[in-house]
């Protein structure tokens, strides 16, 4: 059976899962990536090091996000939304976010020495004064989900 997902159920997918996808265009250039994040209506939290999709969502800020679940090739549910970036810049809210974020994706870590490549481990070593840590938000302005199950 095929069918749409209600609001209830994309946020409950949205904070299901941890890693999603986020296409930006600019410059005649269309760019999809996966990216970890967190999600507190309205919005998606996400940290980056500057780079191509940074530069992307500068210029053109208006971006989607894209999220599934894939059980079986008859058994998934998918959702896109579309939003707006915003670069955090508030260092206390940065510190904030970033840490929602590692105590989020920190307990899916293949063994407990993992630690993430940049950011602010769980003993408190800032792996952040290493790289140019850039901390951002998607507000969502419209969402569309489908599913299927058999």
């Known amino acids: 059976m095929l069918g749409k997902l209600d609001q209830t159920q994309m946020e409950s997918l949205l904070l299901q899962q941890v890693t999603g996808r986020i296409g930006c265009h600019a410059d005649g250039i269309t760019y999809i990536v996966p990216v970890n994040y967190v999600y507190s209506a309205p919005y998606v939290y996400c940290h980056s090091a500057n780079g191509k999709k940074i530069e992307m969502m500068r210029r053109n800020p208006n971006v989607c996000f ?22 955090v810049t508030d260092v206390v809210e940065s510190e904030r976010l970033m840490q929602g974020l590692i105590h989020r994706i920190m307990p899916l870590a293949d063994s407990p020495g993992d630690h993430p490549s940049h950011g602010i481990t769980e003993n408190g070593y800032d792996i952040s004064n290493c790289i140019d840590l850039i901390i951002y938000k998607i507000h969502i302005e419209k969402m569309t989900g489908r599913f299927e199950h058999s």
Do not use: N, P
């Open 66 to 87: 894209q999220v599934d679940e894939i059980r079986s090739i008859f058994h998934w549910q998918s959702l896109v939304a579309w939003g707006t970036f915003e670069e």
